[in-house]
């Protein structure tokens, strides 16, 4: 008897039949109608700012996010349901803190509007283990450590690029964990995005600092060099262990960004053109052939 072999690539792979379809709509359709719910909030503030009361700015949010709380505690809805609600009830909580802020003028700076926002989503993204949520302060983190940096770190200092850089190292440690916890089955399958999202972010944030680094003068170069090469090799070494082409991807071709800012930065005017080209082109296609000759040698498939 033949033995069927499974790959991750095979066509029950790739296409949904029609049950997934039917539980992404009505998950994508009640996400839009919470996401449109909290922006059509935003947007009737600020087009009906100056006729409301002071009260009513106020009490709007706090209602909404009364109602989102109640409905997510003491209902029997579908557990995704709730967790979707809460999500919603974070995004008021920001607004929340906006509008007062606008109301009473209170003076203090984006950084800590965003650090409230972040410290009052903890608990909810430990409480109810929702990724888009954990997504959501892993962002409002980050969001608040940059703003801090732009508004009140000295510019070029090593202060600066310490706290620009944690903010890499935060991407991949929560990398690091969403990978484990996917190896080791704590992790839904359907939650893979996550693991893809983050990554990817980490590597385009070490990317930015590394080519800023190069490109502007009197910056440290030391620290996003030492943190591109680390996380770049534990990513190249990872992705060729477990085999994802992901990582092996989209890490050279970071790499090849960051090669091209440093000779663009480095270079005339009329080299840029005929070098950079060559650069991008030779690059490219020597890591799409290497992409597919890996895909066919580990999944039997061609392009």
């Not at 359709?29 to 059509?40: E, K, M, P, R």
């Not at 995004?91 to 009473?104: D, E, H, K, M, R």
């Amino acid at each position: 008897m033949e033995k069927t072999v499974f790959s991750p690539l095979s066509r029950q792979a790739l296409y949904a039949d029609n049950k997934q379809w039917k539980q992404f709509l009505s998950i994508f359709l009640l996400a839009v109608g919470v996401g449109f719910t909290v922006v059509g909030t935003i947007f009737f503030f600020a087009y009906n700012w100056d006729e409301l009361p002071n009260f009513v700015k106020l009490g709007i949010v706090e209602v909404l996010l009364a109602v989102s709380v109640l409905l997510a505690t003491f209902t029997r809805w579908n557990k995704l349901v709730k967790q979707i609600l809460l999500t919603g009830a974070t995004f008021l909580i920001g607004t929340l803190f906006a509008v007062f802020g606008q109301i009473y003028q209170t003076g203090a700076d984006a950084y800590d509007l965003f650090l409230g926002w972040t410290l009052f989503t903890i608990l909810w993204a430990v409480a109810i283990r929702f990724a888009p949520l954990w997504l959501t302060f892993i962002g409002l983190l980050c969001t608040t450590i940059w703003l801090y940096n732009i508004q009140i770190a000295n510019a070029n200092s090593w202060e600066m690029t310490l706290l620009a850089n944690a903010v890499t190292w935060i991407c991949a440690m929560a990398t690091i964990i969403t990978e484990w916890m996917s190896a080791k089955g704590h992790l839904n399958r359907n939650n893979r995005w996550l693991v893809s999202l983050l990554s990817l972010a980490t590597i385009i944030h070490t990317s930015f600092l590394l080519m800023m680094a190069i490109c502007k003068e009197n910056t440290i170069l030391s620290v996003p060099l030492i943190s591109t090469v680390l996380l770049f090799s534990v990513g190249l070494w990872y992705g060729w262990k477990i085999k994802k082409l992901f990582y092996l991807a989209i890490i050279p071709f970071a790499s090849l960004m960051i090669l091209l800012t440093t000779f663009i930065s480095q270079s005339d005017l009329g080299d840029i053109l005929f070098y950079g080209g060559i650069i991008v082109i030779t690059g490219t296609t020597l890591l799409i052939y290497i992409i597919l000759h890996l895909k066919k040698q580990w999944y039997g498939t061609e392009a």
